[in-house]
């Protein structure tokens, strides 16, 4: 059993930058591959960024790459996600997910693969 708890959300103004985090606890975390996906209202949970467990490779959706950079720490078992450059388009909840024993390079982006997720945390940014 994994828990995934996010933090670091908050208002931000368009074009500046936030940092959000996802805090993981119980067994083997750090063997997980991880995921950031981001979620509006009325729309499907889309997927942003996702690092596997070594940290080694890394995927990013293309609306973010050169803006965003997923990161992990297993020592703290955290894995946080840099944001920069934010447009009013980053405005979300967005989730960590974590995921073992799968294809992760094939399946990296399919939220519906993903076996633990946090609560969430809301970025608004605004104009």
């Known amino acids: 059993q994994v828990q995934l708890v996010e933090t670091g959300g908050g208002l931000v103004q368009v074009g500046g930058s936030l940092r959000v985090s996802c805090a993981g606890s119980?067994?083997?975390?750090?063997?997980?591959?991880m995921g950031w996906f981001r979620q509006v209202p009325g729309k499907v949970r889309e997927f942003v960024a996702a690092?596997?467990?070594?940290?080694?490779?890394?995927y990013y959706d293309d609306s973010v790459k050169g803006r965003f950079t997923i990161s992990r720490d297993s020592a703290k078992n955290t894995v946080s996600m840099q944001m920069n450059s934010l447009t009013p388009e980053d405005t979300a909840v967005y989730y960590c997910?974590?995921?073992?024993?799968?294809?992760?390079?094939?399946?990296?982006?399919?939220?519906?693969?993903?076996?633990?997720w946090g609560q969430g945390t809301r970025v608004p940014a605004a104009s």
């Open positions: 690092v596997c467990w070594s940290g080694s490779d890394t």
């Open positions: 997910a974590a995921r073992r024993l799968w294809d992760f390079n094939k399946d990296h982006g399919r939220h519906t693969q993903y076996t633990y």
């Open positions: 119980g067994s083997s975390f750090s063997a997980y591959d």
